[in-house]
């Protein structure tokens, strides 16, 4: 069964990057058949999406986040990480890690890491 | 790219059923969605995909009290036999080759 976890610093302070992982198990990260993301949700508030990785390394990013955003992927460690640059407290939200299907649905979600902005 | 719009709130009696919706905008009215399901303090669940069509595709474990349907660009998601654990914010999501967009969630309460 497929499972994603998110690791990395619950709190960041502002202006400097926000680095996150996920480590995914019970699949192998280099299927043809999926790309893998990161999708975040401020305090009370809605999903956001932040952007996908596909195993061979093509991203795609929201473009209201794309200057501040990279996602890598490291198919020897069966993870993929997300690096946020430039943080303010409007960055403070829980991150989910997931995956989708090639142009297709949101299949499953890492049980999310609460991530603090401040000083 | 795509907008989705939900109601932010509803709300229906244990034991009956309820209609969410999410709307597609203009120009995007035959993208497939998916539903997922955030109960308090948890994590999003996929429920399903739903077609233009009205055919949909439940996730693993969906309860048979899941259903889904389509209208032009209305996308809807009915819950039958409402029980205490549905109360939940529900989102629909789309995408298209370069983005993925959320609805804003509509969060049910059961009476």
């Known amino acids: 069964q497929l499972q994603l976890q998110e690791s990395g610093p619950g709190l960041v302070k502002p202006s400097e990057t926000l680095s996150l992982t996920c480590t995914v198990s019970?699949?192998?990260?280099?299927?043809?058949?999926?790309?893998w993301g990161w999708i975040r949700q401020p305090p009370g508030k809605g999903l956001e999406w932040i952007g996908s990785i596909y195993y061979s390394g093509s991203t795609y990013y929201n473009p209201s986040l794309k200057s501040r955003v990279t996602i890598s992927v490291d198919t020897s460690k069966n993870q993929f990480s997300l690096k946020l640059s430039s943080v303010t407290a409007a960055d403070t939200a829980v991150y989910y890690c997931?995956?989708?299907?090639?142009?297709?649905?949101?299949?499953?979600w890492g049980q999310g890491t609460l991530v603090t902005v401040s000083s | 790219q795509p907008v989705l719009t939900q109601s932010s709130s509803a709300s229906a009696s244990l034991g009956s059923s309820v209609k969410l919706t999410c709307t597609l905008s203009s120009g995007h009215s035959s993208y497939i969605i998916a539903w997922h399901q955030q109960q308090p303090g948890k994590a999003p669940r996929y429920l399903m995909k739903l077609e233009g069509s009205g055919s949909y595709n439940k996730g693993s474990g969906v309860p048979d009290r899941f259903s889904g349907s389509s209208s032009g660009a209305d996308r809807y998601l009915t819950i039958s036999n409402l029980q205490s654990e549905d109360e939940a914010d529900y989102y629909c999501e789309t995408w298209d080759s370069n983005t993925r967009v959320f609805g804003g969630g509509t969060k049910l309460t059961v009476l």
């Open positions: 997931a995956r989708h299907v090639l142009v297709g649905a949101t299949y499953g």
């Open positions: 019970g699949g192998s990260i280099s299927s043809s058949s999926y790309y």
